[in-house]
């Protein structure tokens, strides 16, 4: 157990519709990563948040947004789905200082099924 | 920018039997860390073992060890006696340790099939 949980575990939506992915960091850690997993594009890095700020931006389509909510949780937010957007979203969090390399601790994904 | 090559096909290995993965980096970074981790099945990304750039030593961690070579820019991943249990998908990911973007480049991933 890694300590980072996303909820929920399954989605299955319909295109054009929206939804939100949830995630809550292990505790005391303040940066929040979320990636995105497909067969055909691997594992790409949509955005970071470091203490509720937004700290760098990857693949990340306009039509996906996050925030950092003071507690550290961070939330996802996928509209106007279309069918490639199904894929497997990862959140992961670490911890900055002394003793850590930097490891990203992931959840165990938000798999999107659009139909 | 930076990169992670990993272009092994699905590998196989026997039980018992140690198997090297390979990747693969390129980066302008002048420090940087080098990661692996472990994908099962079941979908969850565990991590494995880290190498910094300016790190003397070879990196060990269990049955895990990380065959780092500069000058060629290659950081592969061995797995010592292996276990069933270590089917799964590996990456090998890179970040740099210098400015503030601390986020992991990954590679593909390599499939390994451990057989009994």
């Known amino acids: 157990d890694s300590g980072v949980t996303q909820t929920p575990k399954h989605l299955i939506t319909a295109t054009g519709q929206r939804v939100t992915l949830r995630c809550s960091p292990r505790s005391g850690d303040l940066s929040v990563y979320w990636y995105q997993q497909s067969l055909d594009q691997g594992l790409q890095f949509l955005i970071q948040?470091?203490?509720?700020?937004?700290?760098a931006k990857g693949n990340i389509l306009e039509r996906f947004s996050a925030q950092q909510f003071p507690d550290l949780h961070s939330e996802l937010n996928l509209s106007s789905l279309e069918l490639g957007d199904s894929a497997l979203y990862f959140c992961a969090s670490s911890v900055s200082g002394a003793g850590s390399h930097g490891e990203l601790f992931f959840g165990e994904g938000s798999r999107l099924t659009v139909l | 920018a930076q990169k992670i090559t990993q272009t092994q096909p699905g590998m196989f290995v026997q039980e018992k039997e140690a198997v090297t993965l390979d990747c693969t980096y390129d980066t302008s970074d002048p420090s940087y860390g080098l990661f692996w981790y472990k994908q099962p099945s079941s979908g969850e990304m565990i991590f494995l073992i880290y190498q910094g750039s300016y790190d003397q030593q070879n990196a060990t961690e269990g049955r895990y060890s990380l065959n780092f070579q500069k000058a060629r820019k290659s950081a592969n991943l061995v797995i010592s006696a292996s276990q069933l249990g270590d089917s799964a998908m590996y990456f090998c990911?890179?970040?740099?340790?210098?400015?503030?973007?601390?986020?992991?480049?990954f590679g593909k991933g390599i499939t390994l099939s451990v057989r009994p």
């Open positions: 948040y470091y203490n509720g700020e937004e700290r």
């Open positions: 990911a890179m970040r740099g340790l210098t400015g503030a973007n601390s986020k992991l480049t």
